[in-house]
T-cell receptor, first 115, second 117 residues
Framework: DAKTTQPNSMESNEEEPVHLPCNHS???????IHWYRQLPSQGPEYVIH???SNVNNRMASLAIAEDRKSSTLILHRATLRDAAVYYC????????????????FGTGTRLTIIP | EPEVTQTPSHQVTQMGQEVILRCVPI?????FYWYRQILGQKVEFLVS????????KSEIFDDQFSVERPDGSNFTLKIRSTKLEDSAMYFC???????????????FGQGTRLTVV
């Protein structure tokens, strides 16, 4: 899977929006952008994914740059429960990658929410 | 909401002993995985399992490790002779589909903390 780059840590105030960046300059046309998060002492949890268009769900929004070389996960109103490590992961869905099911986690961004 | 459950939540074992970590994936899921996370480190892929066989495994998943789906609901990870360096959180995950539908999300369990002494 292509590599992603994220800041090691970020802080945000409670009830304010949070923008978590991810750079993926070597992304290929068949790479989907996935975000997972890991709350303290828990397993990873799916957040959102997208290909080209911006995506919204009940947890977050995903803004994807026009050239797809970067993306931003947006938490619209952070709560203390959103304190976690956030992982940006590329998933290649091309035929050549068929059967390669694993998620490759990097070090992610540790998000701290300030009350 | 359906969830992946893992037992036990914490297992302490002596070096050289066998351990079996158990997982109950979500019932209609077809793809199953084990990952591990050594304290303070990244989440690492161990093995994926589909149609009653291993579909992919990492370098970590050596001959000491094995997986099994003994019935229609459980998915187990066995470590035959534990080493100190096997101490980690072990996460089970499942996915409804794979292949061209690889964009389906993976659901992770809460993990089993394995401590080898």
């Amino acid at each position: 899977d292509a590599k992603t780059t994220q800041p090691n840590s970020m802080e945000s105030n409670e009830e304010e929006p949070v923008h978590l960046p991810c750079n993926h300059s070597t992304i290929s046309g068949t790479d989907y952008i996935h975000w997972y998060r890991q709350l303290p002492s828990q397993g990873p949890e799916y957040v959102i994914h997208g290909l080209t268009s911006n995506v919204n769900n009940r947890m977050a929004s995903l803004a994807i740059a026009e050239d797809r070389k970067s993306s931003t996960l947006i938490l619209h109103r952070a709560t203390l429960r959103d304190a976690a490590v956030y992982y940006c992961i590329l998933r290649d869905v091309s035929l050549s990658n068929f059967g390669n099911e694993k998620l490759t986690f990097g070090t992610g961004t540790r998000l701290t929410i300030i009350p | 909401e359906p969830e992946v459950t893992q037992t036990p939540s914490h297992q302490v074992t002596q070096m050289g002993q066998e351990v079996i970590l158990r997982c109950v994936p979500i019932s209609n899921h077809l793809y199953f995985y084990w990952y591990r996370q050594i304290l303070g480190q990244k989440v690492e892929f161990l093995v994926s399992f589909y149609n009653n066989e291993i579909s992919e495994k990492s370098e970590i998943f050596d001959d000491q490790f094995s997986v099994e789906r003994p019935d229609g609901s459980n998915f187990t990870l066995k470590i035959r002779s534990t080493k100190l360096e096997d101490s980690a959180m072990y996460f089970c995950a499942s996915r409804e589909q794979g292949g061209f539908a690889m964009n389906t999300e993976a659901f992770f369990g809460q993990g089993t903390r394995l401590t080898v002494v």
